[in-house]
């Protein structure tokens, strides 16, 4: 058993991540990685993130001397899997990262200078086997090539290969890709061939962090078989190797990719296979580590629980099982990118490659398998055979080596029986078509692993030349020696360059336009076209090529969107060479005709009069900064004239509303007014009523009243007793009073703070609940006056009293609510005169007296004491009255000038604070 060796590599900065100022968070040291989180401070705790692997490989600054190359990857991972593989292990390679990582480049790599795993791989493959010139040793190479988009299947390397391939399970081989092509290779100019080949077949697309964002899984598989004779038993032996070269699909976000459409669909189907194998390596980690625990009931069954293994939930884990924690040695690159902008991405991939790690895969040599397997697959085909015939079912091999069977018996109990196999993907079958159906597919493989060297070389020629035949239909032009497929320059024929943003796939694809008419479309086009092209705005017949007398016109059909040199046609055209044609959104061709000159780049620069001379070759980005530039004139223009309608409808729309609060503002000001009037009118006839003495009343003078009290009362003397009745009982109600209080003396409280904040004084009114206890008692001068009508005495348990806030003293008093009316008539008296003191003696007399001797009925409330209690309270009183001023007050030399202001009260030295029973004892 080994583990998975895992290894990290960190690219360069990219265009993209330079443009926004990126800045590197990596750091490697041997084979510890470590991420900074950019978020946090540098001295927080969890700022950095450490992780050991088998390799980290420093490929972040080329001029530096810790750099890793291609070379160092290669021969810490890529040779010890293929000596695993000379060995009869199966081997596996995958990488694995976000968009844009650099997993392609690691594995394909770019150019021949710059090869990656994969073909480094398979030229030491061949070097191995030409250095080994033992007679005894013979070897044979297969390869296969497919990619997996969308969760379907595709064949790289067959053109014939319509639709999807099928992937199966055998109980024996496990899953396997069923009509895959496997093409024999005799030397590393075969494989290097064929890879080019897939490479331009394999769906690539731009996204915003990878303009040319691979969108599909490709597996590479090398089927290594060994053959080695031994002279003493006369038996040869055979190992077959299977190596897996795996180039994921970056995982992506939908909003840093800014997918969409085709390309959010594909990035949802890659996340989710993404997702599976993350679930699968989890899982085998989980199971890995929890191997070797005791035998604990508890142990037992969370092992238990976690030996299902989602493989079958993506193609993808499905058929990499035997590769995550089977019959295989693996090894896992995971390229990250070494932005903070990437940071979320690449700390994901590290903790992707930190559960890898953990997994145990148990490699065996594969030796003689074949000869088992097919013997069991003969015994397996006789066994059908013989169930079929029992049954009266004769089988024989049909065209092309369809197995068919014809019926003996028509009331066959095997034939009524129904099959409800969900998985069957005709609908309901019947078990003797299930047999049969089983039955090819072993003699299938039977054929397949019997079949001769010399077979499987016929047939990949065929494949070739079949292949050769596809792309000639396609206009696509081949060497004649057939080998490379790629450009070629004609002598005569004018022609089509396919150009690409990736430089590897630029003008590798020639289309021919013959003399006469060439038709351009899509395949579903009611007349065969001779170029079919598939992508979004492309009609199906979309337009026509037109070779006459060497004089090529491009002829669009009206609903058709061509472009000549960033110009939009829709009338003929003549063609120069040089010219760039985009067809339809995502088409770009260049086109050459041999037999006119070829004209300086420059001059029909100047024709179109747009871009600078020198801007570079008329590549794809050329071909596309024209389109852009074209185009974003009338752009302009029509930006500007939206712009304008803009502008006009808002300032239509702000001079609607604008008129619209206008109207509204001058309908709430006029009844806020109207409001204001019917309060002051309120405000003045309660102040003069509240004012006037009982003496007054008896006056009758003209005082205004407020409409709402000028109805007459008619009452009966019945209803007067009901009244009275129901007033007696309504004044014992305690809430029912404090809120008469409350409601009745606010508007004199906000009169009270609204003048001393005019005259500037430092003195605040509030309302405030006092309420009566043994130990703390109500003040004579708080108590509510007493009305002598009444047979027995009442004292509240709670009052409303106004809390006086002196601030220029820093005291606190209480005013009865009497006590705040009559210290408010003197206040709009001082307010009214405009002065702080008093003008006259008199006024001053006024003050002393309304304080010193109140009016007769505020004594009255001493008539029901005792004479001696009545002596002892104004005694008390006078000592209240006549106490010193606190010498602690900062203006107690100010309160003794004559003027006395109604804003503040004298205070004594000394005041009570409640009351206490203290034994006599204590007083000795």
């Known amino acids: 058993m080994s583990s998975v060796k895992v290894a990290v590599r960190v690219r360069p900065f990219n265009s993209r991540e330079m443009s926004r100022n990126a800045e590197c968070i990596i750091e490697m040291e041997g084979a510890t990685t470590r991420i900074t989180n950019p978020k946090m401070p540098a001295s927080a705790k969890d700022a950095i993130k450490s992780f050991n692997f088998d390799y980290s490989y420093w490929s972040h600054d080329p001029s530096g001397s810790l750099f890793h190359g291609q070379d160092v990857v290669y021969q810490d991972l890529g040779e010890e899997m293929l000596q695993h593989a000379f060995q009869g292990y199966n081997v596996c390679i995958f990488a694995y990262g976000q968009t844009g990582a650099g997993k392609s480049y690691t594995m394909m790599g770019k150019g021949e200078k710059d090869e990656g795993i994969i073909p480094r791989l398979c030229k030491d493959l061949f070097v191995k086997i030409n250095e080994d010139n033992s007679p005894e040793s013979q070897y044979s190479v297969e390869v296969s090539y497919m990619e997996i988009y969308c969760e379907r299947v595709r064949d790289l390397l067959n053109p014939n290969a319509k639709g999807n391939l099928r992937v199966r399970e055998h109980p024996l081989l496990g899953p396997y890709v069923e009509d895959l092509s496997k093409l024999a290779v005799t030397s590393y100019a075969d494989i290097h061939d064929l890879m080019d080949e897939g490479n331009k077949a394999r769906t690539v697309a731009a996204t915003n962090m990878n303009e040319s964002s691979s969108r599909s899984h490709a597996v590479f598989t090398i089927i290594f078989t060994q053959h080695k004779h031994d002279a003493d038993s006369g038996l040869t032996a055979e190992k077959v190797s299977k190596i897996s070269l795996v180039d994921l699909a970056g995982s992506e976000r939908a909003e840093s990719t800014g997918a969409k459409g085709t390309r959010l669909k594909e990035g949802a189907n890659i996340n989710k296979s993404l997702t599976t194998l993350g679930k699968v390596i989890s899982a085998l980690a989980e199971q890995s580590g929890g191997g070797g625990g005791g035998g604990g009931g508890g142990t037992n069954k969370k092992k238990k629980k976690g030996e299902f293994i989602p493989y079958r939930d993506s193609v993808?884990?499905?058929?990499?099982?035997?590769?995550l924690g089977g019959?295989?040695?693996?090894?896992?690159?995971?390229?990250?990118?070494?932005?903070?902008?990437?940071?979320d991405e690449t700390l994901s991939t590290l903790r992707y490659a930190d559960r890898a790690k953990q997994i145990v895969c148990k490699a065996i040599v594969n030796e003689d398998s074949n000869a088992k397997l097919i013997r069991e697959l003969k015994e397996e085909i006789s066994r059908l055979r013989n169930l079929l015939k029992a049954e009266g079912i004769e089988v024989e091999e049909g065209p092309g080596g369809k197995v068919t069977y014809v019926r003996e018996r028509a009331a066959s109990e095997l034939g009524r029986q129904i099959s409800t196999d969900p998985k069957s993907p005709g609908g309901p079958l019947t078990i003797a078509e299930e047999a049969v159906d089983q039955l090819q597919e072993n003699e299938k493989l039977v054929a397949e692993f019997t079949e001769t060297w010399e077979n499987k070389l016929r047939r990949a020629e065929s494949i070739r030349q079949q292949r050769e035949a596809v792309f000639a239909e396609m206009g696509v032009a081949i060497k004649e020696d057939g080998e490379t497929v790629g450009f070629f320059q004609p002598k005569k024929t004018p022609h089509l360059v396919n150009l690409n943003p990736d430089s590897s796939l630029s003008e590798c694809l020639l289309y021919y336009l013959k003399v006469g008419l060439t038709r351009i479309g899509s395949p579903g086009a009611n007349i065969p076209q001779d170029i079919q092209l598939v992508g979004s705005h492309i009609i199906n017949e979309h337009c026509v090529f037109q070779n006459s007398d060497g004089i090529v016109t491009l002829k669009p059909s009206p609903d058709a969107l061509c472009y000549v040199n960033g110009r939009k046609v829709t009338c003929d055209v003549t063609l120069k060479t040089g010219s760039r044609v985009i067809l339809g959104k995502n088409h770009v061709f260049r086109f050459h005709h041999p037999e006119q000159p070829r004209e300086r780049l420059d001059d029909s620069i100047k024709d179109e009069g747009k871009l600078s001379p020198g801007s570079g070759p008329a590549d794809w980005e050329y071909a596309h900064s024209e389109l852009l530039e074209r185009e974003g004139v009338d752009l302009k223009l029509e930006m500007e004239q939206k712009m304008r309608e803009m502008e006009e409808q808002w300032r239509r729309e702000k001079e609607e509303a604008s008129q619209a609060f206008q109207q509204e503002?001058?309908?709430?000001?006029?009844?806020?007014?109207?409001?204001?009037?019917?309060?002051?009118?309120?405000?003045?006839?309660?102040?003069?009523?509240?004012?006037?003495?009982?003496?007054?009343?008896?006056?009758?003078?003209?005082?205004y009243v407020n409409p709402i009290f000028e109805a007459e009362c008619n009452w009966t003397e019945r209803e007067y007793e009901l009244a009275s009745w129901a007033f007696s009982k309504w004044r014992i109600h305690q809430f029912t009073s404090l809120r008469d209080d409350l409601w009745g003396n606010a508007v004199f409280l906000k009169e009270a703070n609204a003048i001393s904040v005019e005259l500037k004084k430092r003195v605040s009114f509030q309302f405030s609940l006092l309420s009566s206890t043994l130990y703390s008692s109500f003040p004579p001068d708080l108590l509510p006056i007493r009305d002598p009508d009444e047979e027995e005495e009442?004292?509240?348990?709670?009052?409303?009293?106004?809390e006086v806030q002196d601030n220029k003293n820093n005291a606190s008093h209480f005013w009865s609510l009497e006590k705040l009316r009559q210290r408010l008539e003197l206040m709009r008296h001082i307010y009214n005169g405009g002065g702080e003191g008093f003008d006259s003696p008199g006024e001053e007399t006024l003050l002393c007296t309304m304080e010193q001797n109140p009016p007769p009925r505020c004594s009255q409330r001493w008539v029901h004491l005792s004479p001696n209690m009545q002596r002892l309270e104004l005694m008390r009183e006078m000592y209240q009255n006549d106490a010193e001023i606190s010498p602690s007050s900062p203006d107690s030399a100010q309160d003794k000038q004559p003027g006395i202001d109604p804003f503040y009260d004298r205070f004594p030295w000394f005041r009570r604070v409640g009351k206490a029973v203290v034994y006599l004892s204590n007083l000795m």
């Open 316 to 323: 993808l884990t499905w058929l990499l099982r035997e590769n």
């Open 327 to 343: 019959n295989s040695k693996t090894a896992m690159v995971a390229a990250i990118s070494p932005a903070d902008i990437n940071y």
């Open 665 to 703: 503002r001058k309908k709430y000001e006029d009844q806020i007014e109207s409001l204001q009037k019917q309060v002051m009118e309120q405000s003045m006839t309660m102040s003069m009523i509240s004012s006037m003495t009982p003496d007054e009343f008896n006056q009758e003078e003209d005082l």
């Open 794 to 802: 009442r004292v509240p348990r709670t009052v409303v009293v106004v």
